[in-house]
């Protein structure tokens, strides 16, 4: 009679179980390369940044385009993300009971500032934009809606880190914090005392810190605690003065307040 084997291996001598989890690790890593780079990549290039071995990375790239993760083009054999990775990313906002109270909210700013208004979620040291209205007025006809900014670098990202206690903040963020632009606070001495001014002042502000030429104001929604989701308004600098900016920013700690009795006595948390 043959005798049961407990755990099976493969090739490499290594158990199944652990062959077969550490393939979808990598093909989520190699996904995420993917996202976080703008270009069309070659295996090479895929080889250099994850460190993956080549026979390994034939068979993923071949896995994740026949599955539509990827799509390739034929005269480069270069590589990008495919639109599988789109309705994915689709079906997280279609399923996120948060996003339609978001968005009226978002056209309520709008309308009352003539800015643009976006909707963000904290994930680790990012802010993940899940919805934006942008301004009529807009010369930036481009979506955010799933692109990432460090936290320290925005208004949504302070005004959530503010959520934060001292020690928190000092366990999640590095020492160094990477300058977007000659504004950014790179500094945790310099990020604790804007989270403070946050809190004192009831949202958040950052001038030209993220994006050279735009101030934005933030809010956070308070229906969870701590706060992991926010509101924040765009402004071009030229456009509006110190006065016009506390005025959005109290604007919008008021329509997150109010977003967050409706959250709440909506049963979401």
Not at 1 to 8: E, G, I
Not at 83 to 98: E, F, K, P
Not at 247 to 265: C, I, K, N, P
Request: charged share 25%; net charge negative; with cysteine.
């Amino acid at each position: 009679m043959p005798q049961k084997v407990d755990n099976p291996v493969v090739a490499d001598g290594a158990p199944a179980e652990s062959s077969g989890v550490k393939s979808a690790r990598r093909a989520v890593d190699l996904i995420e390369t993917f996202a976080a780079n703008d270009v069309w990549l070659s295996l090479s290039d895929l080889h250099a940044r994850t460190g993956f071995p080549r026979s390994s990375l034939h068979g993923l790239l071949r896995t994740l385009l026949e599955a539509g993760w990827l799509e390739a083009d034929a005269n480069t054999a270069r590589y990008r993300l495919g639109v599988r990775a789109l309705i994915c990313g689709t079906a997280y906002l279609d399923r996120d009971a948060v996003v339609p109270f978001a968005t009226e909210a978002l056209e309520r700013i709008r309308e009352k500032t003539g800015f643009t208004a976006h909707f963000a979620r904290r994930n680790g040291t990012e802010v993940v934009y899940l919805e934006t209205r942008e301004s009529q007025r807009s010369t930036h006809l481009v979506s955010r809606v799933g692109r990432t900014l460090p936290t320290h670098a925005t208004a949504l990202g302070k005004a959530l880190l503010a959520e934060l206690t001292h020690d928190e903040i000092e366990a999640l963020m590095p020492a160094s914090l990477v300058a977007l632009t000659p504004n950014t606070i790179t500094t945790l001495e310099g990020l604790h005392a804007e989270c403070a001014a946050t809190r004192e002042r009831g949202y958040a502000a950052e001038v030209e810190e993220g994006t050279l030429g735009v101030r934005c104001v933030a809010a956070v929604i308070p229906y969870r605690i701590p706060g992991t989701d926010a509101i924040s308004c765009s402004m071009p600098i030229a456009q509006v003065t110190d006065a016009d900016a506390e005025r959005v920013g109290e604007l919008l700690a008021e329509t997150t307040a109010e977003l967050g009795q409706q959250l709440r006595r909506a049963g979401i948390r």
